[in-house]
C-alpha cells in the first residue's frame, strides 16, 4: 500500500485539515500538556467549521491549494515504476499466453465492430464480456483447452529461456547482482544510455 512507498509524496490536505491543524494548536497553546479527546473535538472542530463564513475559511483553503501545488509538483517527479524497471520484461522472454476470454475476444472483437462500427472501446468490451458469461461451459471449452495448451508450451518455454538466463548470468539474477561488464548484452537499454551520457 501506498503508506510503505518510501519516497512517495505526503498526500495533499484539504481546507478542512488545515482547519483542525489550527484548532488543534490553538488547543495546545490554551491548555498545555492537556491530551485531547478526539471525538469531542472533532465534533466541536466540524461545529465551528459549518459555522464559518466563508471568508473565514478563505486562508485554509489557500493553504489547500498551496499544498495540491506541492503535491502535484512531486507527484510528477515521483515515480513509483521506477525502481522496478529492472524488471521490465526481457523482449527475448517468452510472452504470456492469453486466456480462454480473451482468445474468444479476438475471434469475436472483429465481428462486433463490424456489425457496431460505432461502439468505442470500453462498449465492445462489454458486449464481449456479456457474450462469455452466456456461453454455456461446453461452448467455452475450445477456448479453454486452446489456452491451457498456450500455457503448457509457455511454461515450457520459460523454463528454457530461464535455463538459459541462468546459465549467462543474465536476466533472473540480474536484479540482485550489481552491474557487470560481462552481461552487458543482458542489460536494460537505460544502462546503455547511461554509458552515452557519462
Partial sequence: MAKGEPGKPKGKSSAYAYFVKTCR???????PGVT??????SKKCSERWKTMSPKEKTKFEDLAKQDKVRYDQEMMSYNPGK???KQMKDPNAPRRPQSGFFLFCAEQRPNIKAQNPSL????????????????????KQPFQS??????DKYQKDMADYKGKA???????????KPKDDDDEDEDDEEEDEEDEDD
Fill in 166 to 176: 541462468k546459465g549467462s548470468g543474465g536476466a533472473s539474477s540480474a536484479k540482485s
Fill in 36 to 41: 485531547v479527546n478526539f471525538s469531542e473535538f
Fill in 146 to 151: 486452446k489456452a491451457n495448451k498456450l500455457k
Fill in 83 to 85: 525502481k522496478s524497471r
Fill in 120 to 139: 468505442g472501446i470500453g462498449d465492445v468490451a462489454k458486449r464481449l464480456g456479456e457474450m462469455w458469461n452466456n456461453l454455456s461451459d461446453s461452448e
Fill in 25 to 31: 494548536e490553538e488547543h495546545n497553546k490554551k491548555n
